[in-house]
């Protein structure tokens, strides 16, 4: 008799012990549940189940992909599961009745197994809960857009307190990619080109999930964003120094700032190493280094990719030892390579068991701290617990999934009053000639005639990027209703401007050839006082759409013949504004010096056709800064504002990268002045800071946001470094006549970059703080020196400016970030 069955025969009392007591430390919790688990049990904790709840309440059903084997829940479960994958992001399913579903499921999983253990369940919340009937928020880059992580926070717990009512766990989101390359197809999934401004985020947008109980995963680590040409799953070909100082930044701060307890490996190799099974990455650098303690998790089929991609494992158990002994904790999305390739390896003695102790403590110690290992854990959700009380929820056989139908709301006012907010704050004005904002009132000279033209404009879908659920799923299913208002442009351009004709027409497709709408587009044009075209993407997977996962594009200019219906508008002689509605930043063409207004949104979600109607009427001022570069032309990628000297524009080159609107760029509809620079401290040691104020103040006649961006610039380093990066900013809301006195300091550990030698170093010498409304708008430099030796810094450096700002006036508070 083996040792692993001499464990099943003693446990006479299985689903009681030590690991039940909550007022033991999980670790010690999870260590007593192994010593008492048989090997075959503790690989089933290390794998999901793909599944889909069911829309009559019972129990989920296995989700058959087209990448996967069917899987036999009843030979499973006996064993244990470790996690359900996507209930609710698989088909479209009642939250009530799916609610149901899981409960059922989960009483299943945890009566299967000797020890009691439930599933923890994941979904995706890249832009909200993915659920039928969820708040469909802004995408990722919208969110850079709003420059305001606290508005990003508030919107991540709002989301994680819906997905944990109805029993999920654990998020997959955010996203901390660095956009490298605009024409990767999931930049819309990023939050922008720049690793400060994606950390600060990101970082909020995780304490916000968190603290709504759910584990919130860092994805993708690391280098997802570079790959070659912008192709989904092409090698990355980046350095040592750009990965570290790039790459990796937003995930350093995120682990050290934001409590978060699971992180995603990515898909792609960095120079032949593919990242599931870079062990110095996900437990050298992740674990050892910055102290890491939660769950790695494989991206979905990324172990088997080891195989069948890469080439790096000729089984899959060679692709699963890999990936365990790389640090990767978790398969997802469903059992392969962790099943029995796994097990046979180690019977062979190919893979120490060990590797599968160390992965599922950690396992373990998280379903400790979730609860679910817990003598009292129940299987009925938050949402269902009254109508438990009322005996409408019962067991696998009762339980009335009917009299439940409809009575949990996932888009609530307040999550829609959330979602307007967030959106909003996203949209990004980049060129305005005076024509906005408009009046909406005839008596006060509203325009009379709207031509309300273009793909986007009457689309209710125009809003949603790739992960929201009417897209990534819904769009499988045309026979069920959306779940959610989707209010088109037209509808909120109507109901904005009730005093103006609005006419439409589509013009042209989104990225077909067919320019026979043409005609008709340009004689409404001609016919109206204004145009408003609306141009830009639609969210697909894998070539099903111009942006998302899989939809790369070999250029920037606008899909299909939208370039040519904008400047076939353009030279109608109607004042055109250009509404964006996309998933990356495209060229403009002629409109970005001819257009009479250009407004950028990046997939702003449900409220976010109201959103941009507000700010063209002016009852909304626009606050959105660029996350990432507009180009000039379509064919100068890659190319970001984090570029060297030779990056930039020169004459060894025919190519001119230079943008037409550069990071961090955004107009309002009031003015700005910046002046009196102070330098408190202008000289500091390699360990000091630098102080330094300045006073902005609005000059205009309208209440309007300003950022300030603080940029720093070190003309002479040992290695080559970028013209400037942003190191801080502060957000100001100011009322009109209003100014606001913003004191900076700026330790030295900000100048730090990746040595010669592979060590992060702050070097003495000559350096300027750049006060900026953008990457391209510098208002006020300041030149500080830094004295003393060369100094090495680490994980435990200092990561932030500090910001403080008095109001020179009695206008309210505003915000710093």
């Keep these: 008799m083996t040792a692993n069955s001499d464990k099943a025969t003693a ?6 012990g030590p690991w039940r007591d909550p007022t033991l430390a999980p670790e010690a919790r999870a260590d007593a549940l192994i010593a008492a688990m048989t090997l075959q049990e503790k690989v089933s904790q290390l794998f999901g189940v793909w599944v889909g709840a069911s829309d009559e309440g019972a129990e989920v059903a296995p989700f058959q992909h087209d990448m996967e084997e069917a899987v036999a829940l009843d030979d499973l479960l006996p064993h244990g599961l470790g996690q359900l994958t996507r209930p609710f992001g698989t088909a479209p399913v009642d939250p009530a009745v799916g609610a149901l579903s899981l409960s059922r499921t989960q009483e299943r999983v945890a ?10 369940a994941h979904e995706e919340c890249l832009a909200g809960f993915a659920a039928w009937g969820a708040t469909a928020y802004p995408v990722p880059l919208s969110w850079g857009a709003t420059f305001h992580p606290e508005l990003i926070r508030e919107m991540a717990a709002a989301i994680g307190r819906d997905m944990r009512s109805v029993g999920v766990h654990q998020g997959l989101a955010p996203v901390l990619d660095v956009v490298r390359d605009a024409r990767w197809g999931r930049v819309e999934e990023t939050i922008g080109e720049d690793p400060y401004l994606v950390g600060t985020v990101a970082t909020a947008y995780v304490r916000g ?7 919130a995963t860092l994805k993708h680590f690391a280098g997802y964003s570079a790959s070659r040409a912008g192709r989904n799953l092409a090698p990355v070909g980046m350095g040592a120094r750009e990965r570290a100082d790039i790459i990796l930044t937003p995930f350093e701060m995120a682990v ?3 409590g978060v307890r699971s992180v995603m490996h990515a898909y792609t190799d960095t120079d032949g190493i593919p990242s599931a099974a870079d062990g110095p990455l996900l437990t050298g650098l992740l674990r050892d280094t910055w102290g890491f303690e939660g769950t790695v998790v494989a991206d979905y089929f990324g172990i088997a990719f080891l195989k069948t991609l890469h080439g790096v494992a000729g089984t899959f158990g060679e692709a699963a030892g890999a990936a365990l002994g790389a640090g990767v904790d978790v398969e997802l999305p469903t059992v392969s390579t962790f099943g029995s390739p796994l097990t046979d390896a180690i019977a062979k003695g190919l893979v120490p068991e060990a590797l599968v102790d160390r992965a599922v403590r950690r396992v373990l110690v998280q379903k400790a701290q979730l609860g679910l290992l817990d003598a009292d854990w129940r299987p009925v959700p938050p949402v269902l617990a009254a109508a438990e009380v009322e005996g409408r929820v019962g067991g696998s056989a009762g339980g009335d999934s009917e009299g439940l139908r409809g009575t949990v709301r996932l888009d609530t006012d307040e999550n829609r009053a959330l979602a307007r907010r967030v959106a909003e704050q996203a949209v990004v004005l980049l060129r305005n000639d005076g024509t906005l904002p408009l009046t909406a009132e005839a008596a006060a000279g509203a325009p009379a005639r709207i031509a309300l033209i273009g793909p986007n404009a009457d689309t209710p879908t125009a809003v949603l990027g790739c992960y929201a659920f009417p897209v990534h799923v819904g769009g499988q299913h045309p026979e069920t209703p959306l779940g959610i208002e989707l209010p088109t442009l037209y509808e909120a351009c109507a109901a904005e401007f009730p005093d103006s004709e609005i006419v439409t027409a589509r013009g042209a497709d989104i990225d077909t050839p067919d320019t026979g709408g043409f005609d008709d587009a340009v004689e409404l044009a001609r016919g109206a006082d204004l145009v408003i075209v609306a141009l830009g993407d639609w969210a697909g997977l894998f070539g099903r759409g111009t942006s998302g996962e899989g939809c790369d594009a070999e250029n920037l200019a606008l899909p ?7 400047d076939a508008l353009l030279d109608a002689g109607t004042p055109v504004v250009v509404v964006l509605l996309a998933g990356r930043p495209y060229a403009l063409g002629r409109a970005v010096h001819e257009a009479a207004a250009i407004v950028q949104s990046f997939f702003p979600g449900e409220e976010g056709t109201r959103a941009i109607a507000s700010v063209l009427s002016g009852r909304t001022d626009p606050s959105g800064r660029l996350p990432v570069s507009v180009p000039r032309h379509p064919g100068s990628q890659p190319s970001t504002y984090l570029a060297a000297r ?24 009031t003015a700005f002045e910046w002046s009196d620079l102070v330098v408190e401290r202008g000289e500091a040691s390699t360990e000091g800071e630098f102080a330094l104020f300045c006073t902005v103040r609005n000059t205009g006649a309208r209440a309007g946001t300003e950022v300030v961006q603080v940029y720093l610039h070190d003309p002479v380093a040992s290695v080559v470094q970028p013209v400037q990066r942003l190191i801080g900013y502060v957000r100001l809301d100011l009322d009109p006549g209003r100014a606001a006195r913003v004191r900076v300091t700026v330790p030295a550990d900000l100048a730090s970059f990746t040595g010669r030698d592979g060590h992060r170093i702050v070097e003495p010498g000559d350096l300027e703080l750049r006060l900026s409304a953008s990457s391209t708008d510098t208002r006020l430099t300041a030149r500080v020196t830094l004295t003393g030796p060369v100094r090495t810094v680490d994980h435990t450096r200092r990561l932030h400016m500090g910001a403080a700002t008095d109001l020179l006036t009695d206008a309210p508070q505003p915000r710093a970030h």
Excluded: C, K, M, W
């Design 560 to 566: 299909g013949v939208q370039q040519q219906l904008l």
């Design 256 to 258: 050290r700032e934001s």
């Design 11 to 16: 446990a006479t009392d299985h689903r009681t």
């Design 646 to 669: 030779l990056g930039h524009s020169s004459e060894v080159s025919s190519v001119d990268p230079t943008p037409a609107f550069g990071f961090g760029h955004g107009l309002t509809y």
């Design 209 to 215: 999930l968190e603290s709504a109980g759910i584990v």
């Design 111 to 120: 009566g299967a197994n000797r020890f009691g253990i439930p599933a923890l």
